[in-house]
């Protein structure tokens, strides 16, 4: 059974100081390992896909990264509208159409 | 262009009681999902309809059901409700046909059972 586990459960930033989250996995062939960011009463917004192991995406702030292992969501000099929960979530090769995600972590950025 | 609906945004029920939460897809996807993120919880596959067919579905008892529309809006159905299934109910689109099957989703649909 496909298993993720995201590290740690919150974060709490100054404005300004770097971080990173972690999402470690195990699937049956992965087919993509997605990251979504979700604020309080909201459903989660898509961020990034990763297909394959070395592979990085980026977006403002915001850079992933994937392994074979486990993924990080590296933000660099986050501002307080950075604050959200961030979600990993994994899909694999057998059982079509599930995604199966983390607990996620919950970042706190400070003005 | 509009993103995914949900509707009610709150519903409140009794145990033993049916609960129907609705769906809309964004317009061109034919794939819908539902999931259940109880407090404290991750986010829990419930069902997969793509075409108007259920797809897969996750490990819930048969009282969680469902189906797609030929507009391919959805709704999900749950029977005898119980306290455990109060959680918030999280229906998401995608273009089945692509690559990667990133997952719009709506704002949710609170359900608490009294």
């Known amino acids: 059974e496909d298993q993720v586990t995201q590290s740690p459960e919150a974060l709490r930033l100054q404005e300004g100081e770097s971080s990173s989250l972690n999402c470690s996995y195990t699937?049956?062939?992965?087919?993509?390992l997605f990251w979504y960011r979700q604020d309080p009463g909201k459903g989660p917004e898509f961020l990034f896909t990763l297909y394959s192991a070395g592979e990085e995406k980026e977006k403002e702030r915001l850079k992933a990264t994937l392994t074979k292992k486990e993924s990080f969501l590296h933000i660099t000099a986050p501002k307080p509208e950075d604050s959200a929960t961030y979600l990993c979530a994994v899909q694999g090769l057998t059982n079509a159409g599930k995604s199966t995600f983390g607990d996620g972590t919950t970042l706190t950025v400070k003005p | 262009e509009a993103g995914v609906t949900q509707s009610p945004t709150h519903l409140i029920k009794t145990r033993g009681q049916q609960a129907t939460l609705r769906c809309s897809p964004i317009s061109g996807h034919t794939s819908v999902y539902w999931y259940q993120q109880a407090l404290g919880l991750g986010l829990q596959f419930l069902l997969w309809?793509?075409?108007?067919?259920?797809?897969n579905r996750g490990n819930f008892p048969p009282r969680f059901s469902g189906r797609q529309f030929p507009n391919y809006s959805s709704e999900l159905n749950v029977n005898a409700l119980e306290l455990e299934d109060s959680a918030l109910y999280l229906c998401?689109?995608?273009?089945?046909?692509?690559?990667?099957?990133?997952?719009?989703f709506g704002s949710g649909t609170q359900l608490s059972v009294l």
């Open positions: 309809y793509d075409e108007g067919e259920e797809r």
């Open positions: 699937v049956s062939g992965l087919r993509g």
């Open positions: 998401a689109s995608s273009l089945v046909q692509a690559s990667n099957e990133k997952l719009f």
